[in-house]
C-alpha cells in the first residue's frame, strides 16, 4: 500500500500520521488558568529536541471551533508550566483529562488528581507521576496551512524523577529503571501502547 498524503484531506493525514509513527510518548501538560486553577491535557505530538538548551517540543493543534486550547493560550500568558510522563496505570486518568471542559474549568479537579508543592518552583506537578519536566516558554511558532499548529518549544529547567525508579550508578551516571516508570504510549485512533520489554544492543565503536 502507498499513500500520498498530498492527496488527502487533512483530517485524513492526521489519522494516516498517528497511525504510522509508533508509539509515540505523550506530554501530559498542567498549565495555570486565569483564575489560578490547573488545565491538564495530553499530547502525542511530543518529543525531545536540542540538548543545549534542553528543549522538548509539543504541537498542540486548535479546538475544532478554530480557538485556541487553553493549554498553549496559559502559556502564552504565564511562561511556566509541567510536562508528565504517565505511566500506563494511569491511563484511564489521562484519558479523561483530554474531554473538553469549560474555559477555565479544572481537568485536575474533575478527575479529583492530586498535586505536589515543589520547594523553589512556582508550579506543582501531579503526585502520582514518576517524572515531571518543569518547563519554561522557550518559544511559540506557528506552523500549518489552514487550521494552524502552535509548535511549542518547552525549555526544561528541572526534573523530578521518583527515587523508585532512578539511581546513580558506581560511574556517577544517571539510571532510569523504564520498568519501574511504565511509561504510557500513544498509538492511533483510541489506542495506547503499554510497557513492553527493554532490549538492548551496544551502539557500534
Not at 11 to 38: C, G, H, K
Request: glycine share 4%; proline share 6%.
Amino acid at each position: 500500500m502507498q499513500i500520498k498524503l498530498e492527496q488527502l484531506p487533512t483530517p485524513q493525514v492526521y489519522f494516516t500520521m498517528t497511525q504510522t509513527l509508533l508509539p509515540r510518548p505523550i506530554a501530559w501538560l498542567l498549565s495555570e488558568n486565569d483564575d489560578a486553577s490547573y488545565n491538564l491535557a495530553p499530547f502525542s505530538y511530543f518529543n525531545a529536541v536540542c540538548s543545549d538548551p534542553p528543549l522538548a517540543i509539543v504541537s498542540i493543534g486548535k479546538q475544532d471551533d478554530g480557538r485556541d486550547k487553553d493549554s498553549i493560550r496559559n502559556i502564552r500568558e504565564r511562561h511556566e508550566f509541567v510536562i508528565h510522563i504517565a505511566s500506563c496505570d494511569q491511563l484511564a486518568a489521562l484519558n479523561q483529562s483530554s474531554a473538553t471542559l469549560p474555559p477555565g474549568e479544572s481537568e485536575v479537579d474533575a478527575s479529583n488528581l492530586e498535586l505536589t508543592r515543589v520547594k523553589g518552583l512556582r508550579m506543582p506537578r501531579l503526585s502520582d507521576c514518576k517524572i515531571a519536566l518543569f518547563c519554561e516558554r522557550h518559544d511559540i511558532q506557528m506552523i500549518g496551512r489552514k487550521k494552524q499548529q502552535s509548535l511549542l518549544f518547552a525549555e526544561i529547567k528541572e526534573i523530578y524523577l521518583d527515587d523508585s525508579c532512578a539511581e546513580i550508578t558506581e560511574q556517577g551516571r544517571l539510571k532510569v529503571h523504564t520498568d519501574k516508570v511504565q511509561p504510557l504510549s500513544r498509538l492511533g485512533a483510541s489506542e495506547y501502547a503499554s510497557f513492553g520489554e527493554v532490549l538492548f544492543a551496544k551502539r557500534p565503536d
